[in-house]
């Protein structure tokens, strides 16, 4: 596929949107906070390129938004409150 499709570019908003609310920061460190916080800034970055019709811009930053949170789970950064399944962590 040469091109990224609103489906498919939805259904990453979605996988990153669960992700985002399926997590909760379970660790007292800095960096646990500001590795939450650059995940949502991703996601909000990703919003205004989709808004700009810039697909792959967004779609690439909302892969580094769920890789960041996926990365957060693995090191105990996050702990898992909804759907364990979103995360290989």
Do not use: C, P, Q, W
Request: net charge negative.
């Amino acid at each position: 596929m040469k091109e990224i499709s609103n489906e498919r570019l939805d259904k990453e908003f979605d996988r990153t949107e669960k992700a985002l609310n399926a997590i909760k920061i379970s660790s007292h460190d800095d960096a646990a906070h500001e590795l939450f916080d650059l995940a949502k800034r991703y996601y909000e970055d990703a919003r205004y390129f989709k808004e700009k019709g810039d697909f792959a811009s967004a779609f690439g930053a909302l892969n580094y938004a769920f890789g960041l949170l996926d990365a957060g789970v693995k090191l105990k950064f996050f702990s898992v409150t909804g759907d364990k399944d979103l995360f290989i962590a």
